[in-house]
């Protein structure tokens, strides 16, 4: 990485507020990898939903970032289906897996009270509830799901940045290395085995501007006239991810772009950038009909089967990427 974006990182982290739960969140980290990091297990970060950026110490207001976090949490299941572990890091109060049948507030609308102690299903949802409970708990109780929720932009790099199967405990090591050069030995050898086997799968929205750090402490108070404001641009992660964190990772990105003339073209420029594995180009309007996933040598359409009832694009690109996620497993190990 070159100096100058290293430190721009590190003041980044150094002026972010602390992490909340950092410690509950390595613990469960240390778990999932224990349980799941073994063997020829594969394992998918997917990142999901928007990130908010206060504009306030004591935030009041915030700018937030569109995304429902539908791609994310149909995509989870997907992964999960075809044999994945899943950190799914994802933006609080978004989509979640298996509970994208349900109506937006399930519990008043699914539920009914029988009588002063009992509860039950009503019966138009009884199938989707029953299966949602079903298919969720056995993700999590079997230890395949770790489910992260963020809300700010500190959240989701901070989280992110511990969040790396394999890699992560490299990282953290790294920055212990003065004390414990033997321990970073050790366990830098017995992680790097997992390399390949991972993959990042980032559909989060994440914002790349960030208000400028020596923002207001309190309430901006909207009758001092109009307001300047200076927005400061997020170092990209993405390049740090590649070349530090997870080098050996199959990493794929998303472009989302409002103007189709300039989609596909950015995405082919973040692919090289960013050397991620593929970057999935989407447009706002139809992104649940089409995407075009654009690697170095070919851009697929993928499209969402108009013929079946409840279809998503999800599901092909999940194949998909689970098909190139096999192919780039068996070069890395050649
Ligand atoms: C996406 O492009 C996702 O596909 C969507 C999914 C956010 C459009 P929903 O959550 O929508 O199902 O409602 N995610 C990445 C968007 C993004 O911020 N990309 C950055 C960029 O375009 C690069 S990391 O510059």
Same mark, same amino acid.
């Given at each position: 990485?070159?100096?100058?974006?290293?430190? !721009?990182?590190?003041? %980044?982290?150094?002026?972010?507020?602390?992490? $909340?739960?950092?410690?509950?969140? +390595?613990? @469960?980290?240390?778990?999932? *990898?224990?349980?799941? #990091?073994?063997?020829?297990?594969? /394992?998918?970060?997917?990142?999901?939903?928007?990130?908010?950026?206060?504009? !306030?110490?004591?935030?009041? =207001?915030?700018?937030?970032?569109?995304?429902?976090?539908? =791609?994310?949490?149909?995509?989870?299941?997907?992964?999960?289906?075809?044999?994945?572990?899943?950190?799914?890091?994802?933006?609080?109060?978004?989509?979640?897996?298996? #509970?994208?049948?349900?109506?937006?507030?399930?519990?008043?609308?699914?539920?009914?009270?029988?009588?002063?102690?009992?509860?039950?299903?009503?019966?138009?949802?009884?199938?989707?509830? $029953? =299966?949602?409970?079903?298919?969720?708990?056995?993700? /999590?109780?079997?230890?395949? &799901?770790? @489910?992260?929720?963020?809300?700010?932009?500190?959240?989701?790099?901070?989280?992110? $940045?511990?969040?790396?199967?394999?890699?992560?405990?490299?990282?953290?090591?790294?920055?212990?290395?003065?004390?414990?050069?033997?321990?970073?030995?050790?366990?830098?050898?017995?992680?790097?085995?997992?390399?390949?086997?991972?993959?990042?799968?980032?559909?989060?929205?994440?914002?790349?501007?960030?208000?400028?750090?020596?923002?207001?402490?309190? @309430?901006?108070?909207?009758?001092?006239?109009? &307001?300047?404001? =200076?927005?400061?641009? /997020?170092?990209?992660?993405?390049? *740090?991810?590649?070349?530090?964190?997870?080098?050996?990772? %199959?990493?794929?990105?998303?472009?989302?772009?409002?103007?189709?003339?300039?989609?596909?073209?950015?995405?082919?420029?973040?692919?090289?950038?960013?050397? +991620?594995?593929?970057?999935?180009?989407?447009?706002?309007?139809?992104?649940?009909?089409?995407?075009?996933?654009?690697?170095?040598? !070919? @851009?697929?359409?993928?499209?969402?089967?108009?013929?079946?009832?409840?279809?998503? /694009?999800?599901?092909?690109?999940?194949?998909?990427?689970?098909?190139?996620?096999?192919?780039?497993?068996?070069?890395?190990?050649?």
């Amino acid at each position: 990485m070159n100096s100058s974006l290293g430190s !721009e990182i590190d003041s %980044f982290y150094e002026s972010a507020p602390p992490l $909340k739960e950092r410690d509950s969140i +390595m613990e @469960k980290l240390n778990e999932f *990898v224990e349980l799941n #990091c073994k063997g020829t297990k594969r /394992v998918v970060c997917v990142t999901s939903g928007g990130t908010t950026v206060p504009l !306030e110490q004591r935030c009041v =207001r915030y700018i937030d970032n569109f995304s429902s976090g539908h =791609r994310g949490a149909a995509s989870t299941e997907y992964f999960l289906k075809a044999g994945y572990a899943i950190i799914f890091l994802y933006r609080r109060a978004t989509s979640q897996p298996y #509970c994208r049948s349900l109506p937006d507030d399930p519990l008043l609308e699914c539920f009914e009270a029988t009588d002063e102690l009992n509860i039950q299903v009503r019966q138009p949802y009884s199938e989707a509830v $029953k =299966r949602a409970i079903r298919d969720h708990h056995a993700a /999590v109780a079997g230890g395949f &799901l770790l @489910k992260l929720p963020f809300t700010t932009i500190f959240e989701y790099l901070q989280v992110f $940045k511990i969040a790396i199967p394999g890699r992560s405990f490299l990282l953290l090591i790294e920055y212990l290395v003065l004390y414990y050069e033997q321990m970073l030995q050790m366990v830098a050898v017995s992680l790097r085995s997992l390399g390949p086997l991972a993959m990042f799968y980032l559909a989060a929205a994440v914002s790349g501007l960030l208000c400028s750090l020596e923002k207001h402490e309190h @309430k901006i108070q909207s009758g001092s006239g109009p &307001l300047d404001m =200076r927005l400061v641009q /997020v170092p990209k992660m993405l390049s *740090v991810l590649r070349t530090e964190w997870a080098p050996m990772a %199959f990493c794929i990105s998303f472009k989302l772009e409002t103007d189709t003339k300039i989609l596909l073209d950015k995405a082919d420029m973040a692919l090289r950038k960013y050397k +991620m594995n593929a970057v999935v180009a989407n447009e706002l309007l139809t992104r649940k009909e089409v995407v075009v996933v654009v690697t170095d040598s !070919e @851009k697929i359409s993928v499209q969402r089967d108009k013929t079946e009832a409840g279809s998503d /694009v999800e599901n092909p690109l999940v194949k998909l990427l689970v098909d190139r996620h096999s192919a780039f497993i068996k070069d890395s190990n050649a």
